[in-house]
């Protein structure tokens, strides 16, 4: 069990904690998550020196401010598309920017600006770590770099915001318990300055809706919801009853929660209470970018890539799958070398695992490529608990799980079936999952598919928004 329901069922007075008089417990059950995952926050694992106060600290505060002042310059060329009226704005990341046909298109925005209209529309996308967030020929024109938002709300550092005590004893006690680093409070109070600059944006674009691309973006929702805005979520990953973003052990106020869910299929609320989602707003759409890329031309290099070996494995990973995963592949890319291993790093590997492939012909790192493009080339997808699998099978290709702690099949065992889905131990295991999974029809496996990703993606789309806007 997530270790967030833990808390809601043990310490359900969690759900009245409050910053200025606002029940905080969605936003902070998200924060405290990732904290959870990684342990506490990567600023409070390393211990920070001891400094005097005085010189050290107002260099300390110089540096701070002329950071900022760097990051709001990279705002400057797109001054004009900040300042204008828009009736929709959609809210995402670097992360959803694909290459299709040469054009960097945003997988999950680009279908709506097509559909809104380009001139009505500004996409704000945040950057990734330290990629900025533009891209090279991008699709569209009125685009922005969300680092903008994120520098003001850092200028506004000593904005304050309080929890009350009687509430700390909560915080106190769950960092104190479940042994993390962090409380996490300084996160939710930059979400509260952030409300504050995206409020003041709000007013100045009068838009008719607010879509968000990550049920993270509680600050997007949040600002719009209180300025009487409608709000929409486009589903990016896998949704069930097992992810904290989209269920909860309490009843929570859907401040934090968008109105509106475009959801890739009708599996991807099955079982979800309305605790979070509301599921009579929840519109079944499909995936552009997923029937795009399945109707693409093959990509003559990672052909080339393929062509080399009997079998092909896609294998994406992220900085939290990547240490399981990649030591299984190189137990496999030792055992046999007719099989190439295409590696699709969210961002990139880490120098350990770098240094452990190194030299093997067979496993070939690809960073920089998208997921969806190089798995339609391979003959498996290969990986842990990543959603991937609902999309590979969309793409026409089989997948096989690593299951050694049964995690996979837990999750996914309902979703995906058993035809076109192995989920494997070990590696005699893989191999014969291997054999048994080659030859599949890619259509016959991409309609089995159609509850996780609905087909017809701009029809669906042109329905939902209809219903939406009357």
């Known amino acids: 069990m997530d270790k967030i329901f833990e808390i809601e069922e043990k310490y359900a007075a969690v759900k009245d904690l409050q910053i200025n008089a606002t029940r905080i417990w969605p936003l902070y059950r998200i924060v405290l998550r990732f904290l959870l995952l990684n342990g506490g926050s990567e600023r409070s694992l390393k211990k920070q020196p001891d400094h005097p106060a005085g010189f050290v600290h107002f260099l300390r505060k110089k540096y701070y401010a002329f950071r900022h002042f760097c990051q709001l310059m990279t705002g400057l060329p797109d001054f004009r598309k900040w300042w204008r009226s828009y009736d929709y704005i959609i809210f995402s990341n670097k992360l959803e920017q694909k290459q299709v046909n040469g054009v960097t298109i945003d997988k999950l925005a680009t279908g709506l600006i097509e559909q809104l209209g380009e001139e009505r529309t500004l996409l704000i996308s945040y950057p990734a770590g330290n990629t900025p967030a533009r891209s090279g020929n991008l699709k569209h024109k009125n685009f922005v770099d969300g680092q903008l938002i994120n520098s003001l709300t850092g200028i506004l550092r000593h904005s304050k915001t309080h929890i009350p005590e009687k509430d700390r004893q909560w915080t106190d006690k769950i960092r104190n318990e479940y042994h993390l680093s962090d409380d996490g409070l300084a996160q939710i109070e930059f979400s509260f300055r952030k409300i504050k600059v995206l409020t003041w944006f709000l007013k100045k674009w009068k838009p008719r809706l607010v879509i968000n691309c990550c049920y993270t973006y509680h600050a997007e929702v949040f600002a719009a919801k209180r300025r009487g805005i409608r709000t929409i979520e486009l589903q990016h990953g896998i949704i069930s009853p097992l992810h904290p973003g989209y269920e909860s052990r309490l009843s929570l106020d859907k401040d934090f929660s968008a109105e509106y869910l475009l959801s890739f299929g009708v599996n991807s609320t099955r079982n979800l209470s309305n605790n979070i989602v509301n599921l009579a707003k929840t519109l079944p759409v499909g995936n552009l970018y997923l029937e795009e890329m399945f109707h693409a031309p093959p990509d003559p290099a990672i052909q080339t890539l393929t062509g080399r070996f009997e079998y092909s494995v896609c294998a994406p990973t992220d900085s939290m799958t990547e240490e399981e995963v990649m030591s299984f ?138 219903t939406i806007q009357s």
């Open 329 to 466: 592949i190189v137990e496999l890319a030792k055992k046999n070398p007719r099989i190439g291993y295409l590696i699709v790093p969210r961002l990139d590997l880490s120098e350990q695992i770098k240094d452990s492939i190194a030299g093997m012909e067979n496993i070939i790192v690809l960073t920089g490529l998208s997921f969806q493009n190089v798995v339609r080339h391979c003959t498996v997808h290969t990986a842990t608990v990543s959603s991937c699998c609902l999309e590979a099978l969309s793409l026409g290709v089989p997948n096989i799980l690593i299951n050694t702690d049964g995690r996979a099949k837990f999750i996914y065992g309902d979703l995906l079936g058993d035809k076109y889905t192995s989920y494997v131990g070990n590696t005699d295991e893989y191999f014969l999952s291997l054999e048994s999974l080659k030859g599949y029809s890619k259509e016959d496996i991409r309609n089995s598919n159609d509850n996780n990703f609905s087909a017809g993606y701009r029809e669906n789309l042109s329905k939902a928004l209809k």
